[in-house]
């Protein structure tokens, strides 16, 4: 009788222990489980906070680079404007106009194709010699007429650039060629050159000019400031622009009498295609 008095006590207090514990456990699990519900609607309401600067950093990216592009092909149709309205105010014929209107037209169809890419409406890869031999193309026809000039190019192997990166590269390469042009005397040299190095190409574009003044180095990429007679100054601020778009950037290696280097790095997607 003492043995079942006793077993009835303790199944009495281990379901009491069970009940205690078990109400113990439970709204230590109810507690957690509500800290982590506001945990994930905080983390759910952060993500979509992130997702939204996301999507607004990268309109600002592109707005950004719209406006570059756009401010190129401005800065570009002042020569050839330039040359058209002399044309016409001197009585001209249509052939003589023809050529400048050609070129902003050329400007003109280029840049609309960059501002499509862009959108993301197209998508293609090209490799660095061959985005060096459009930007050779576009320099010697910006080149004087009555200037005979030497072009050169090597580029080592190495990823493709896809068309967005390659299209605002190009740009740069451009406006560095055309800089180029202008600088040089009838039987002037530029070259194109181009390596990876690391998960970056750089491209050096150098001619064998007379250099830029030692006082305009320290303002060269600053808006309307040019030492050339009638230039804008707005050119290479614009390409230190793109190329910083672009995670990129834009600089002066060398200047001297006899030699002057830009070099311009733009990142290259991880496993691109060589």
Excluded at 5 to 28: E, N, P
Excluded at 169 to 187: F, R
Excluded at 264 to 273: D, I, K, M, N, S
């Amino acid at each position: 009788t003492e043995y079942d008095r006793l077993d009835a006590s303790l199944q009495r207090q281990m379901w009491l222990a069970f009940l205690v514990i078990g109400g113990l456990l439970a709204s230590f699990l109810i507690l957690n489980l509500r800290s982590l519900q506001r945990a994930n609607r905080l983390l759910a309401d952060r993500s979509l906070r992130l997702e939204q600067a996301n999507r607004e950093l990268s309109l600002a990216a592109r707005t950004s680079a719209v406006g570059a592009v756009a401010s190129h092909l401005v800065h570009g149709l002042r020569n050839p404007l330039a040359a058209l309205q002399q044309a016409v105010a001197e009585g001209g014929d249509s052939r003589e106009a023809a050529p400048s209107a050609q070129r902003m037209r050329r400007m003109i169809d280029e840049v609309v194709r960059v501002l499509r890419d862009e959108q993301g409406l197209d998508g293609f890869e090209i490799p660095a010699d061959e985005l060096m031999a459009e930007a050779e193309r576009r320099g010697r026809s910006h080149a004087p007429a009555d200037r005979r000039l030497r072009w050169e190019r090597a580029a080592a192997d190495g990823p493709l650039l896809d068309n967005r990166t390659a299209n605002l590269t190009l740009l740069v390469l451009e406006n560095l060629a055309t800089n180029a042009t202008q600088a040089l005397t009838d039987g002037g040299r530029i070259r194109f050159s181009a390596q990876p190095v690391g998960n970056q190409w750089q491209f050096e574009v150098e001619d064998d000019g007379p250099g830029i003044p030692p006082d305009s180095r320290d303002r060269l990429f600053t808006p309307l400031s040019s030492s050339k007679p009638g230039g804008s100054g707005l050119g290479l601020a614009l390409s230190r622009q793109l190329a910083r778009h672009l995670g990129g950037d834009l600089c002066l290696l060398q200047s001297d009498p006899g030699r002057t280097r830009f070099q311009l790095t733009v990142p290259f997607r991880e496993g691109g295609a060589s």
